[in-house]
Nanobody, 122 residues
Framework: QVQLVESGGGLVQAGGSLRLSCVASGGTFWRYAMGWFRQAPGKEREFVAT????????DYADSLKGRFTVSRDNAKKTVDLQMTSLKPEDTAVYYC???????????????WGRGTQVTVSS
């Protein structure tokens, strides 16, 4: 079992930046691919970013490439999401997830955090 806790969310003005962090406990963190997903009010959960267990491969939602950067520190059991040039449409609850498969698909992830709220004001 892997437990995930996100932090770093908050209220930011459009154009600003935030760095989300997710810390893992239990399990063997370095074996898992890690993903970030988000869910805005009234919308379905969507893929944001994913990073391979090695940290060597990353992938992003097409609309977020160039603004968001995912990274991980296997020694610290953390995965971060650096978000820049934030827009009001980035407002959502952001979740980190751990899974055995490096994937953009949420159902491929076995463990999920409870999420952290990001609100971007215009």
């Amino acid at each position: 079992q892997v437990q995930l806790v996100e932090s770093g969310g908050g209220l930011v003005q459009a154009g600003g930046s935030l760095r989300l962090s997710c810390v893992a406990s239990g399990g063997t963190f370095w074996r898992y691919a890690m993903g970030w997903f988000r869910q805005a009010p009234g919308k379905e959960r969507e893929f944001v970013a994913t990073i391979h267990w090695s940290g060597g491969n990353t992938d992003y939602a097409d609309s977020l490439k160039g603004r968001f950067t995912v990274s991980r520190d296997n020694a610290k059991k953390t995965v971060d999401l650096q978000m820049t040039s934030l827009k009001p449409e980035d407002t959502a609850v952001y979740y980190c997830a751990a899974g055995a498969v490096w994937s953009k698909i949420g159902s491929q992830y076995s463990y999920w955090g409870r999420g952290t709220q990001v609100t971007v004001s215009s």
